[in-house]
């Protein structure tokens, strides 16, 4: 048990440390330009943006990145706003309630990095022939109300004819991060995890991935890059500059084989080995996580207003083109 503790301490503790990506940047060089981006959590799901930050890509476009981890939607919005931070990586749906909380200054999506949800629903024994029917009456430690990971995995159940109010007894309390540790520590019957936390429990046989949310929900656009729009309006080389980097990430991880990914991200997860971050990898590589492009997609932006009315977070539809601006991405895919 004390192996088990020490290694889900380990995880948690590596995704608590704030990291800046100046991997390759030379002194001597011109003088880069600081942005400080707020990042809903620090994953392996998240590897083109590492990519580009370990190959030097935001030095090559005269950026200096500082990489701040705010632990939920929520943490990273109210960084954005208070201007803590000039770009935030969340889910987009953070953008829409502060519309519908009538912000002035909008939080406006300019990059989308995944279309799939990053979870997998972890289950105490392995579960060969899992059907989503198996979690009536179990209990689950899900997410927080209102963010996408808990939305998505709800959006899930009631596609298989489940009732998340009344079928499953969902735990929404736990911080986001610390629910592999409270797993391990006996709560729950199943666990909704994101990676490296899935892995680690199954390295440790504490726990076996039953089910991917990403595959399950199918296309979502569930992570994208957002700023103020005045930041946008005032800074349009730093937003260019930085999605051209993205970009270059982006391109490689959807070139490249998984271990040459973990090879180059490892510097950024210094708490997991060169294997385990290659099996995360492949995992998420062969359920197409990664876009080929950051275009966020009108009928993407759709789903996601369907999701939220679907989860009641939804007052009315949003324009989407007061939310989404693509002319940053087109111009870095065409590079």
Sequence with gaps: MKKKVSVLVAVVLGMVFTLTGCAKEKKGEEQLVPVTLNEVAHSIFYAPQYVALEEGYFVKEGIKLELVTGFGADKVMAAVLSGDADIGFMGSEASIYTYQQGAQDLIVNFAQLTQRA??????????????????KGADVLGGRDGGMPEMVFEYILKQNGIDPETDVNIDKSIDFGATAAAFLGGQGDFSVEFEPSATALEQEDAGYVVASCGVDSGYVPYTAY?????????????IQGFTNALQKGMDYVNTHTPEEIAKVIKPQF??????????????????????ENLIFEKKS????????????????????DKLVNVDFAKKADKK
């Design 270 to 291: 210094p708490e997991n080995d060169l294997e385990s971050i290659e099996v995360i990898v492949r995992r998420y590589q062969e359920q197409e996580t990664w876009k």
């Design 118 to 135: 990053g979870n997998f629903l972890v289950a105490r024994e392995a579960m060969p022939h899992f059907k989503w029917s198996d979690l």
């Design 301 to 320: 932006f759709e789903l996601l207003e369907d999701i939220l009315e679907n989860a009641g977070e939804l007052e009315k539809k949003v324009p989407y």
């Design 226 to 238: 957002s700023a103020k729009e005045s930041f946008i309006k005032e800074n349009p080389q730093i």
